[in-house]
């Protein structure tokens, strides 16, 4: 029988034990086992550090200890918090999938602690004429109007904006609809007011399997292109930070509180599977503070 070894119990009776086969014979396999179906930029930055932490290890994942794991993190005490805690992230989700399917005896990362890291949420939230006038700097140009113009009216990533194809683009009563696939593969559907799906209308149909933003190439454009048009405008704009996709997400949910939408309809449109993730937005720009009670106005 496979996988059955006999052997003779206390009273001399055989009894038998499952002996479990090995999911992974190399370092290499584990690597490729752990970053299976991983986005893309996830798969690019875990796959180098986890080369990063072998090479400065010298050894094999089974023979590392706490000491080793600690002492390449070290290295990067140099580095921002953010880096340092991604650094220790990987070396987390590596180990703990390493020692789950029996390939390392030990999880010698789970003692790692992350350093705390300042919120910069407030900082990436840019005020509403800062987003029109992005809008404005950019109105000859219909593709890449309509995509900053798409990030800031539905809140969707840049993958998600990049990944929809005509498919995924519906009418509806006043408006129309966008179907969103995004992280942890979860599916949404987000509603278009009147002027941005006319603006999308505008762009022009295509088959419904090609792209909505299609590059200079003919090609689907890509998150790092959706990144340079995003700054390109912000610059136009006269904005000096280093605005990406993503502080349009950030705009679009605090705006939308501020103008008293729903805290739990902003959950459900920008896909957070925590409405606390979305009530982030509240604290970063509180439209009140108890500082407003206190005697200082003859100062």
Not at 33 to 49: I, N
Not at 93 to 103: C, K, N, Q, T, V
Request: proline share 6%.
């Amino acid at each position: 029988m496979s996988g059955i070894t006999p052997h003779a119990g206390a009273a001399g009776r055989p009894e038998t034990s499952l002996v479990l086969p090995q999911q992974a014979t190399s370092d290499a396999q584990l690597i490729e086992l752990w970053l299976y179906r991983r986005p893309a930029r996830t798969l690019t930055e875990y796959r180098r550090e986890a080369a990063c932490f072998l090479d400065h290890a010298g050894k094999p994942l089974r023979s590392v200890t706490l000491g080793d794991a600690v002492a390449y993190v070290r290295t990067r005490e140099g580095l921002a918090p953010s880096t340092q805690g991604r650094t220790i992230n990987v070396l987390k989700s590596l180990f703990a999938f390493a020692h789950r399917i029996g390939y390392v005896p030990f999880n010698v990362a789970a003692p790692l602690r992350c350093p705390y890291v300042k919120d910069q949420l407030a900082e990436r939230i840019l005020p509403e004429g800062d987003v029109y006038g992005m809008l404005h700097s950019i109105k000859d140009h219909p593709r890449d109007y309509l995509l900053l113009l798409l990030a800031y009216a539905t809140g969707g990533r840049v993958s998600e904006l990049m990944g929809l194809s005509w498919r995924d683009v519906q009418p509806r009563d006043e408006g129309g609809q966008v179907v969103l696939f995004g992280k942890r593969g979860k599916t949404r559907s987000v509603l278009l007011p009147a002027a941005p799906w006319r603006k999308l209308l505008e762009l022009g149909r295509a088959g419904p399997d090609d792209p909505v933003f299609v590059s200079r190439f003919g090609n689907r454009l890509s998150s790092v292109q959706a990144w340079r048009v995003v700054r390109a405008a912000a610059r136009r704009a006269g904005i000096i930070a280093d605005v990406s996709p993503h502080w349009l997400r950030h705009a679009h949910a605090s705006h939308a509180l501020d103008r008293g939408a729903p805290i739990s309809l902003v959950q459900a449109t920008l896909g957070h599977s925590s409405v606390g993730t979305t009530g982030k937005y509240l604290h970063a720009r509180p439209n009140d503070s108890s500082g407003r009670y206190l005697g200082l106005k003859d100062l």
